[in-house]
């Protein structure tokens, strides 16, 4: 990293771009890339749930009809992400494929890094599933991976998933919250 670049970063920022330049010399390729871009999208995270979903409601595994788990975790991540969206906006902080790698692009989303929705939605969305429909605790790992495969493509800086997990965190909180109050009231369970 040049020394007048350096001076003017915190020691977060530095740390940021330290790991985001070590990916970019040692793991990030255009293989590696191609291959993260098609695992880590929400629709894969679909392709998990939707199999235990069915299996969960054959064997009356779920506390509530399955027809209600998905539109209620998929709301709660909707907000999530439209908040997140915001958030990206207002920051408007470059991505390390921009600011790392040096890669120039006309998209928009370039200069929408933080916080990662990726992590955010992912931690929210396997939260919820977990810890209020019972979906097994192997669920928050994808979040663990949705994060990391954001590193690892150079799409975030570490302190962008961390913040991600963080705002994700907060409404999957908030999503159980709402359930455990919401929805044994609307099913007249205890």
Not at 23 to 30: K, L, Q, S, T, V
Not at 115 to 140: C, D, I, K, Q, Y
Request: charged share 15%.
């Amino acid at each position: 990293m040049d020394k007048t670049i350096s001076d003017k970063l915190s020691l977060f920022e530095r740390l940021d771009y330290a790991v985001a330049l070590f990916i970019r010399e040692n793991i990030h390729g255009p293989r590696l890339n191609r291959i993260l871009s098609q695992i880590n999208r929400g629709e894969m995270m679909l392709l998990l749930i939707i199999p235990y979903l069915a299996y969960a409601a054959w064997n009356h595994l779920l506390p509530y009809p399955w027809w209600i788990v998905i539109p209620y975790a998929g709301l709660i991540a909707y907000a999530n992400d439209r908040s997140v969206l915001a958030l990206k906006k207002m920051i408007s902080r470059k991505r390390p494929l921009v600011t790392v790698a040096g890669k120039v692009d006309q998209n928009p989303d370039m200069k929408h890094s933080f916080p990662s929705a990726h992590a955010s939605n992912s931690m929210t969305a396997a939260l919820v599933l977990v810890f209020l429909f019972g979906f097994p605790e192997w669920f928050l790992v994808l979040s663990l991976m949705a994060g990391i495969g954001r590193l690892l493509s150079l799409h975030h800086f570490p302190s962008d998933v961390i913040g991600g997990w963080v705002i994700g965190t907060c409404f999957g909180s908030l999503g159980l919250f709402l359930g455990r109050w919401l929805l044994p009231y609307c099913f007249g369970t205890t």
